[in-house]
């Protein structure tokens, strides 16, 4: 069975520092990966993803992803965090298998508290 | 563009009234789902529509009611809901079912 796991549910870091949202998965097969970001009373917004080729995904508002397929893993990254990036992050992975994609699995979330 | 709308807002309804969501997008997406999110929750799948086609129901109970009356348009009636069912409603669309999902801002829903 696919699942993902946001190991951290809060993630506190002083602005102009760079932040790590961890996250981990577990898929049979190739792994279809995304970050979502989702502030107060909001929808979620896409970030970035990851299907296949470079393992390190460039996304939007200077975030970063690296994908790790021997641990795993597809961290979050940003060089330097600003306070409106403050919000809860959302890992996902799309299960490719029994309902052919249609089914996201999402992670718990993660709250990142950007301190100026 | 890469907008999802929807409508309304917020919502207030009784356990006895009947009401609809509604979720408008123009990408030419040809999926479309529904999600319901407890707070600080992740998104919890409701239903998916493929092709106009009611493609998944992850066992949600019979007082919603999905509606996808064409490529552009998402519904979900709601009828005689429990207090529990109060949530923030998530419309989301894609490409197809591999592809990126792009969500609505949400109807904020109370259950009185």
Known sequence: AQSVAQPEDQVNVAEGNPLTVKCTYSVSGNPYLFWYVQYPNRGLQFLLKYITGDNLVKGSYGFEAEF?????????????????????????????????????????GTRLFVKA | DTEVTQTPKHLVMGMTNKKSLKCEQHMGHRAMYWYKQKAKKPPELMFVYSYEKLSINESVPSRFSPECPNSSLLNLHLHALQPEDSALYLCASSQNRAETQYFGPGTRLLVL
Request: aromatic share 12%.
């Open chain 1, 68 to 108: 790790n397929k021997s641990q795993t893993s597809f961290h979050l990254k940003k060089p330097s965090a600003l306070v409106s990036d403050s919000a809860l992050y959302f890992c996902a992975v799309r299960d490719m298998g029994g309902t052919g994609g249609f089914k996201t699995i999402f992670g718990a």
